[in-house]
């Protein structure tokens, strides 16, 4: 299975550049995982609300045109579906059951996701009501990846 990470935004925290790097290392063997980082646009504090939406279309084009036409999008939205850890490893599961080798997660910058993106996303995933900033949100999603590759090849992990 392919995994493909598209995000929007440099981590620029150490200690989150530390924790992906370990995440990416551990997937390495159940996956071929690439993440794609786009440059954020400029968002200063007192945009109007068309400007924030020109910004968040402007990167959602960016985004999309990461995202090839045969892959399985889900993207992390604070108001799509909550899935359990078990549920994860399923869906990612099935999905490779039903032959689809390519899954694509996006996660948005610090405005959100374009309605363009969020149209294209065949699943809009929840990690809760709160909302997470998008470079912690990278390293919580390659731990969860993880957590399923380990749950899918009946492998220990922490509980
Ligand atoms: C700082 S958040 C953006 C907040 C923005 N106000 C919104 O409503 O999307 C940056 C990105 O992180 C991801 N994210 C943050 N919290 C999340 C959560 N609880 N569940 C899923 N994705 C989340 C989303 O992809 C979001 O676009």
Redesign the pocket.
């Known amino acids: 299975m392919r995994i493909n990470i598209v995000?929007?935004g440099k981590i620029k925290e150490k200690y989150l550049k530390l924790g992906i790097d370990e995440f990416k290392k551990r997937l390495s063997k159940y996956c071929k995982l690439e993440i794609i980082e786009l440059e954020d646009e400029k968002a200063p504090e007192n945009l109007s609300d068309k400007e924030m939406l020109m910004i968040k279309e402007k990167e959602g084009k960016k985004i999309l045109s990461k995202i090839k036409d045969n892959s399985y999008v889900i993207?992390?939205?604070?108001?799509?579906k909550n899935l359990s850890s078990e549920e994860l490893a399923e869906t990612i599961n099935k999905l490779g059951v039903r032959g689809i080798s390519n899954i694509t997660f996006?996660?948005?910058?610090?405005?959100?996701?374009s309605d363009e993106v969020l149209s294209r996303a065949d699943y809009k995933?929840?990690?809760?009501?709160?909302?997470?900033?998008?470079q912690?949100?990278r390293l919580i999603l390659l731990e969860q990846v993880y957590r399923a590759y380990r749950i899918n090849n009946g492998e220990p992990y922490h509980k």
């Open positions: 995000c929007v993207a992390l939205a604070i108001d799509g996006v996660i948005g910058g610090s405005l959100g996701l995933l929840s990690f809760s009501k709160m909302t997470f900033p998008h912690l949100m």
